[in-house]
């Protein structure tokens, strides 16, 4: 099957076109950064056409009455994946017109998305696939061809000599199912056993690939129905089909798994690799199984699985909700976002984002107890309690970090709030985009807490680091600072309930908090920490902020995070915690049971069996001193 997809691209003109045109429309539609829509045609132009003609569509593009040309960097494929899904279909204006005939090329737009709740994707035992392995080191490769329902396999061995120091390869297979078997692995899972195994080898690679290609037709001319070919190697698909065509014929589906590249620089490096090899077929049912039920919450083929899944995953999610609000994308392969040309005369994008750290640092020696507190989830909670941050502030009345929304027959006669640009800076003019950021991001929440989906949490996990990484598609400098700004005013809102709760603060950034508990015992200090966590996640500006144990100190010299050194305290567990602190809480000045717990806090502040202190030393400051005299090694 093949799929055309054109150039989509869109035009914000000055002064309207007369008459209609084949290849474009006139849309209303949200422009990036709120820019003010005038007169905006959407271009649907064959790719083959778009390349021959790109010079004369650029120069009539450039004349001054083109106020922008948006989406000209979309990558095809990924507007394909977003538009499309993993389950499409004919629409039906198409199957009427191609009744009774058969095709196998369709147009973009004569395909529909459909969802999974009308249509499964690939139900377990609808379609075969084969295993294909290759490795290299140097001179040395290994390829493995896998047949699971036939139960046989062929590996070909590449190096400069024909040197056989193969091992049993059945024996090898048998030994490394047991291995799994009895690790309680389930069996279904498995290659089934009774594998035959056998093996060539061949200084020639052209060799291996004639075989190769040999083995795949002839499997292709038994008709054993629709297979796909799972696909472990360090080369793309493009250089494979063109060393191996006869690969073209089947669907090809990425295992993003690479070994070691000094894997072969052993002896017996046709052993090791072999069993390697093996170790990865053995898992090669559960890791598709996984990629399968990965596809169908990310709604794309397995076949485009790419190598980093959240990265790619977050852009096509957020790409798929800004396409649902009607807003054009700012798709770019840079980390300049694609603004309609703009972007090349505003020289302030990229400075601001570069020294967008917040932390709190108060240098010093705190001889009571210091806990460590690990955070988690604060960009996530602020983005859904985004409507709250002011209000703590005492500020909702007046915010000029939001743009009023424009009326919509304000947009199509090009007035309104996106106008006034100069009133606001450009984390107001994103404040669209914020708004449907904040959708994705509470349908992700709205997974993980109603149907408890592993995908949208690790969705959730790695939703900063998208929203923080050039390379994303969607990267857009202002939505990161703008987010920035408002973790900025929940962190400090934080620290403030921590303070107000009686702690010091010795640092904290938006990933961890030192905290000075004023506590001499250990239990006390960890049962109070317990406490204030639980009375702080209570408030519902804090309530998705996880907050766990990292480590605490008896006592702590603190310079800043590079430069520490103190006395380390037992962590316990948190049962014992949990079991103490209903005691703090209801009566801070119990003693009745004080003897005890003496003997608990004795116990405790034994870190070893010799009740030896244990004393940790991390000063990036001896590295600058001087070396005579031996200052360096013996400044701790």
Known sequence: MKLNVPRIFYVNQKTPKAGEGQMWRKVIKTLPRSHPVMNLYEYSVPEDIYEEHINEISADLSSPDIEGVYETQVPLLFRALVKLGCVTMVNRDFSKQMAGRETDTFDLENLEFRTLAQFSYLEPGSIKHLYLYHHVCGSKMLFGLFFPMAKKGTVFVVDTVRSDQMPNLNAMFNAERNVKVTKGADEAMLPEAGHKLDYTLEKDINQVYRNMQRMLSAYKDEKRGPTYIAVQSPLDFQHLISDMPGLGDFPLVPIHIADSETLYSVLDWQRVGCRRMLQHYMNIDVILHAMMEQCRYLHIPVGNLPKDITMSGCDIFFARHLNRHNHVLWCSPTERPDLGGKEADDNRIGIEVENLTTEINNSGAYSTVCV??????????????????????????VSF???????????????????????????????????????????????????????????????????????????????????????????????????????????????????????????????YVE??????????????????????????????????????GKLPSEAEVE???????????????????????????????????????NWNIMQFLPTAGACQTNFN
């Open 401 to 527: 970090d939001m743009m009023p929304q424009s009326s919509l027959e304000e947009m199509v006669q090009g007035q309104g709030a996106a106008t006034m640009v100069t009133s606001y800076d450009e984390t107001a003019l994103c404040s669209a985009a914020f708004r449907i950021l904040k959708s994705m991001v509470q349908s992700w929440v709205r997974d993980v807490t109603v149907h408890s989906n592993v995908f949208a949490d690790n969705q959730i996990i790695h939703f900063y680091r998208w929203l923080r990484s050039p390379t994303a598609l969607l990267y857009d400098p202002a939505l990161r600072r703008t987010l920035h700004n408002m973790m900025k005013k929940v962190f400090m809102q934080l620290m403030g309930e921590f303070k107000r709760l009686g702690s010091n603060i010795v640092y904290a950034n938006f990933n961890r908090v030192v905290l000075c508990t004023k506590k001499r015992r250990l239990l006390d200090a960890l049962a």
């Open 372 to 397: 460590e507190l690990d955070i988690a989830s604060m960009a996530v909670d602020t983005i859904i309690e985004s409507s709250h941050v002011n209000e703590q502030e005492g500020a909702s009345a």
């Open 531 to 568: 406490y204030i966590t639980n009375s702080i996640k209570t408030k519902e500006l804090f309530h998705l902020i996880e907050m766990s144990y990292e480590q605490c100190w008896e006592y702590l010299m603190w310079l800043d995070p590079a430069n520490y050194g103190g006395i380390k």
């Open 579 to 617: 079991k103490v602190a209903p005691e703090i809480i209801e009566d801070r000045n119990a003693d009745s049971d004080e003897e005890e717990r003496e003997v608990q806090d004795e116990e405790l502040n034994r870190s070893d069996s010799e009740g030896e202190p244990e004393i940790e030393m």
